[in-house]
């Protein structure tokens, strides 16, 4: 497993950084005090990636309404490694639009263009991409960033602490990495039919459903890891992927019930002139 532990402490402390969370997070660490310890570690600003995921979601809305055969989801680089080496022939299926990660960062080079980007990951697939992703300075997975927090006595403090996302805040693609978060958030049900969508969480199922597709699934929306993000080798070990999701519902639950400013909101006119579709890290 690669270090970045060395590169991140260098970056906050030469530079402004901003902090891409993804909604897995919960897994590890708990809101709102999760927020506050970054800050207190030294990042800038922090993020979380669902507004992101809610310009995905529009790319995928304006494909599935014009495309024909199979078109497979690629947020997740563990599938895209999977299908370049063993299934090469379907690798014109994946599509081509940007992951929340990559999205997300898009945005914050618009917004903070003076900050570097951090992304902490759940897994090492993650780190794969963002290190060819030139929007995205740096990346450290959530048990080198327990290991930092550890060190620099960053502790869960003892009191609660409301400090919430800077910015682009949004809430129901928080599911984003659960098994079929994608199609459950892309408001797909009037394009295309529910028997029409195939979801598939776990690579040894996603290979054996390569081998022989079935025609007339229209899109794949499939995770490299069993239960999806919340799956991943760097989150929570001592919880079962079922308690892990429930982990992210009621952290749903529990947004959905915030109060936010209409600056922190996540609108679409943030992300204006920003292109979330064409040429992928993986092209």
């Known amino acids: 497993m690669k270090n970045n532990i060395p590169k991140m402490e260098r970056l906050l402390k030469k530079e402004k950084c901003v902090a ?9 660490f708990t809101y709102p005090s999760f927020v506050w310890r970054l800050k207190k570690f030294g990042f800038d600003k922090v993020v979380e990636l669902t507004f992101g995921a809610k310009m995905v979601n529009m790319e995928y ?4 309404k014009k ?6 989801s690629s947020p997740c680089p563990g599938v895209v490694s999977t299908i370049t080496n063993k299934f090469p022939e379907l690798k014109n299926k994946l599509v081509k639009i940007d992951s929340p990660v990559v999205a997300m960062a898009k945005i914050c080079k618009k917004h903070f263009p003076k900050h570097k980007t951090i992304f902490l990951s759940p897994c090492d697939f993650k780190k794969i991409e963002a290190e060819s992703c030139k929007y995205i300075d740096g990346i450290i997975d959530y048990d080198q960033l327990k290991e930092l927090f550890g060190k620099y006595k960053i502790r869960k403090p003892l ?9 682009f805040y949004n809430d129901y693609t928080k599911i984003f990495p659960l098994s079929g978060g994608l199609a459950k958030t892309a408001h797909i049900k009037k394009i295309i039919r529910k028997d029409e969508i195939k979801i598939i969480d776990g ?22 890891c069993v ?3 919340i799956g991943g080798p760097h989150t929570n070990k001592k919880l079962s992927v079922k308690q892990k999701h429930n982990k992210v519902m009621q952290y749903l639950r529990k947004a959905r019930k915030e109060d936010i400013p209409e600056n922190r909101k996540g609108l679409v006119s943030k992300a204006k002139g920003i292109k979330f579709s064409g040429k992928c890290w993986f092209n």
């Open 20 to 28: 891409l969370v993804a909604p897995s997070f919960v897994t590890d």
């Open 61 to 64: 809305h304006k494909l599935l």
């Open 67 to 72: 495309s024909k055969g199979l078109v497979i």
């Open 159 to 167: 009191f609660r602490k409301k400090i919430k996302f800077d910015k």
């Open 203 to 224: 690579i040894n199922e996603v290979v054996e459903f390569l081998k022989n597709p079935d025609p007339k699934i229209k899109l794949l929306d499939c995770l490299f």
């Open 227 to 229: 239960g999806g993000c």
